[in-house]
């Protein structure tokens, strides 16, 4: 049976981080003649190359790579629906090449926001909304505070008594690392549209452990593929540390220890913490979504060919129009 949809099918493959999403991405590519577009809010900002986990030239494989390296690092806020339009842009130009449109990354605000109308891809968890609710009343002026900190623009048009305007800030921070202010004013959706692009959604995970031992082993080979200069020559740079892009994992660790404020061996150590709490997170948002259908790839190398002869087979249905069961 046909997909009956006049919307332009595209793939998207998401996950928690250093969940092979790139190397998978890329091997599909290559199979469907595919594009990639970048999910990711670190990658898109030029210089932001090691601890972004920015593929690089050599391990794209000549493959197309869009919405990477498009901004300054010191660019104003990024917000989600600026990410929409320009990767709405960029799979428009693909698919106009008849290539297969990739969407690759671990951004779950970025992927809604093309896969469902606007209004939806704004954050939301239950169990994060009583937790700040709970922190709010135990103690109002410091869950102000820490929203102060965390989303100052915010902050700034909320009284410190707004209990509900001051909680829903915390939680959308605390789901997605990201501010509330930076989804911007036309992030609503109030003419009820479609989305924009009919998806075809393929999550990776694996076992927990593996997953957080794979962080780890990740942070250390930043480190030793340069993260320290990377972040060194981006301190040095002298930028505002409150824009979006100083306050990405891995570097905001980074810049405590040129502060000193700890040692360089504390920095890591909470790089590989922060990051680990990130996956988490990103597997509670992604978890939510019954449309993905979940591989495992605990054991990569052992099982990537019979994955990746499934997951072209699967893509290539779907492009053609062919019912997904």
């Not at 990024?78 to 990354?105: N, Y």
């Not at 169990?127 to 410091?142: H, I, L, M, Q």
Request: proline fraction near 4%; charge should be neutral; hydrophobic fraction near 35%.
């Amino acid at each position: 049976m046909g997909h009956e949809s006049s919307r332009q099918r595209i793939v998207c493959i998401v996950g928690p981080t250093a969940c092979h999403k790139t190397e998978c991405s890329i091997e599909l590519a290559k199979r469907v003649r595919g594009e990639i577009v970048s999910a990711d809010s670190v990658q898109v900002y030029f210089g932001m190359d090691v601890g972004s986990a920015k593929p690089t030239l050599e391990e794209r494989q000549g493959i197309p790579h869009h919405l990477i390296d498009c901004l300054p690092i010191d660019a104003p806020e990024f917000s989600v629906s600026m990410f929409r339009d320009m990767a709405a842009k960029a799979v428009g130009e693909i698919a106009a090449r008849g290539h297969t449109p990739i969407v690759v990354g671990g951004s779950g605000l970025y992927v809604n926001a093309l896969t469902y109308p606007l209004g939806f891809a704004i954050p939301r968890n239950e169990e994060v909304r009583a937790r700040v609710c709970a922190e709010y009343d135990a103690n109002p002026a410091a869950a102000y505070a820490r929203l102060q900190k965390s989303d100052p623009n915010t902050a700034k048009r909320l009284h410190p008594n707004d209990k509900k305007r001051v909680v829903r800030a915390l939680e959308v921070h605390d789901c997605s690392d990201r501010t509330f202010s930076s989804y911007g004013g036309d992030f609503q959706n109030d003419a009820g549209e479609l989305s924009l692009f009919d998806p075809l959604m393929i999550g990776l995970n694996m076992e927990r452990e593996a997953l957080y031992g794979r962080i780890n082993l990740r942070v250390e080979q930043m480190m030793r593929r340069g993260l320290l200069d990377e972040a060194r020559r981006i301190y040095d740079a002298g930028y505002d540390r409150s824009i979006p892009a100083m306050r990405s994992i891995g570097y905001r660790q980074l810049f405590a220890y040129f502060d000193g404020d700890c040692t360089l061996a504390d920095a890591v150590e909470q790089i590989k913490q922060d990051t680990r709490r990130f996956g988490k997170r990103q597997l509670t948002w992604f978890r939510r979504d019954g449309r993905i259908r979940w591989h495992d790839v605990t054991n990569w190398n052992e099982t990537k060919d019979a994955l990746l002869a499934e997951l072209t087979r699967v893509t290539l249905d779907w492009m053609e129009g062919i019912q997904q069961v």
